[in-house]
């Protein structure tokens, strides 16, 4: 006859509180540490074709350069367009128009696809008035031809303004 051990076998208990606390911590750490990165090699590159023999530099492909410059009072002191003057009268904004169109070299509404097209970079002086920020977006940006809409640039990004 086998004899038992009358003493019951004590099992140990684990204290889980502070390995839930362990657990959590390195959540919060790995969490917070966490960086995304952009993907490498998503670039969304326009190259020539193989058997193109010419060389010549489209000027849209380069971002154009709109210059707003005021007064002291913020007004309209000058407007450049890649170092051209426009002048600060009230056909000012209708020449930028028009070397934009010159420029772009099409007055008719063109389909472009998303992520080109020509870009514009408008900088201008700390006081000047907003009313000419956005005749200026409006000049370079499209006009109406009757009912319909044609457009002339989209892609508009601003330089940190001038003081």
Do not use: C
């Amino acid at each position: 006859m086998k004899i038992r051990n009358r003493e019951t076998s004590q099992g140990t208990e684990l204290n889980m509180t502070s390995m839930i606390d362990i657990v959590f911590l390195l959540l919060i750490f790995f969490v917070m540490t966490f960086k995304i990165v952009e993907m490498e090699g998503d670039f969304s590159i326009k190259m020539p074709l193989a058997g193109q023999g010419s060389s010549s530099l489209d000027p849209t492909d380069l971002p154009l350069k709109l210059r707003l410059r005021s007064d002291a009072a913020g007004s309209l002191a000058g407007i450049e367009l890649n170092d051209i003057q426009m002048g600060n009268d009230a056909t000012s904004f209708d020449k930028l128009r028009a070397k934009v169109v010159g420029m772009i070299g099409s007055s008719t509404p063109m389909e472009v696809e998303a992520g080109e097209g020509p870009e514009i970079e408008i900088d201008t002086d700390y006081n000047l008035r907003y009313e000419y920020v956005i005749r200026a977006i409006t000049a370079v940006s499209g006009y109406k031809d009757g009912d319909q809409v044609v457009k002339l640039i989209e892609k508009i990004k601003f330089a940190k303004p001038r003081r």
